[in-house]
C-alpha cells in the first residue's frame, strides 16, 4: 500500500499538499492535525482518493506513538512524508511566553524530526519528504528569532538528512516561502501595521507553492524557494553580512 502523510493538514498549505496529492498514484492519504472537523472537511471537500485521519497533538508522545503504532499495523511504503505542521509568534523574546516559545520549539523542531525517523523506516526508493522551512531560515529575524532559528533548524536537518538518504535514492526538499495569507498570520499575531516588513513583502501563493514544491521534490531538487524575490533572498543570505541584512529585513 503506497500511502502520502501530511502533517499540519487542517488548514494553509496543508490543505493545498492534500489536493495535489489526489493527483498521485497513491492508495490512502494520511492526514494529521489537531482539528479534527476541520480534517474531516477538508477530507469530504476534496479527497478523491482513501484517506485516514489522525487527530493529534504532534508534540505529544502518545501522538507520536499512535501514528508509530498504525504503520507498524498497517505496514505502508510511505512515497510521500509532508512536514507542513509548524507556527510563529510575533515579538521580543522578552515578551513572549516562554511556554509559547517552547510550544513552538516543539512542534516545528521536535515533532518534524520525531515524526520523520519513524517515518523513514517505511520509505524506499524513490519516497520523497518535503519539509517546510521559511525564508526566516536565510536571515535571522529581529522580533522572529525563536522561530528563525526553529526554520534554520529545517534547512540543516534537511540538508543532511538528504545526504544520508542519497544511497537509499529517498530525496529531501526543503521549502523555503515568505509571507502567506494563511492562519500564521493571526496565530504569529500579525495583522496589517503589525510589522513593516510583513506589509511590504510579497507574498506567495500557497496552492502555487505546494505545487512548486511537489515538483520540485520530483526533479530531486534540494531547496524550493517561490518567487524571484526570495530566491534573491537566499543568496543574499549567502554573500552578505546577516548584521546588514537583519537590519534591511527587520520584522
Not at 505529544?60 to 507556527?87: C, M, W
Request: net charge positive; proline share 4%.
Amino acid at each position: 500500500m503506497n500511502i502520502a502523510i501530511i502533517t499540519g493538514a487542517s488548514s494553509g498549505m496543508g490543505v493545498e499538499f492534500f489536493k495535489e496529492m489526489q493527483k498521485e498514484p497513491l492508495d490512502e492519504v494520511w492526514v494529521i492535525a489537531r482539528r479534527e472537523k476541520n480534517l474531516i472537511d477538508v477530507c469530504k471537500k476534496f479527497g478523491k482518493i482513501t484517506y485516514k485521519i489522525f487527530c493529534m497533538d504532534v508534540t505529544e508522545d502518545k501522538s507520536i506513538k499512535s501514528l508509530e503504532e498504525a504503520l507498524k499495523r498497517e505496514n505502508p511504503t510511505v512515497k510521500y512524508l509532508i512536514n507542513n505542521a509548524g507556527f510563529g509568534i510575533f515579538g521580543k523574546v522578552s515578551d513572549i511566553d516562554k511556554n509559547k516559545q517552547s510550544s513552538m520549539i516543539d512542534v516545528n523542531v521536535r515533532a518534524l524530526t520525531e515524526i520523520s525517523s519513524i517515518v523513514l523506516k517505511y520509505m524506499d526508493t524513490g519516497s520523497k519528504i518535503i519539509n517546510i522551512s521559511s525564508i526566516a531560515s536565510f536571515i535571522p529575524n529581529a522580533n522572529l528569532a525563536s522561530y528563525s532559528a526553529t526554520k534554520a533548524y529545517v534547512m540543516s536537518f534537511s540538508r543532511a538528512l538528504r545526504q544520508e538518504l542519497k544511497p537509499k535514492k529517498i530525496n529531501v526538499t526543503v521549502v523555503c516561502p515568505g509571507p502567506m495569507n494563511t492562519e500564521f498570520l493571526s496565530v504569529a499575531g500579525i495583522e496589517s501595521g503589525t510589522s513593516r516588513m510583513f506589509d511590504i513583502l510579497p507574498y506567495c501563493d500557497p496552492h502555487k507553492t505546494a505545487k512548486g514544491a511537489i515538483k520540485a521534490s520530483k526533479k530531486g531538487k534540494a531547496i524550493y524557494t517561490p518567487r524571484l524575490f526570495y530566491k534573491f533572498c537566499r543568496i543574499l543570505g549567502k554573500v552578505a553580512p546577516h548584521s546588514f541584512l537583519m537590519k534591511c529585513f527587520k520584522a
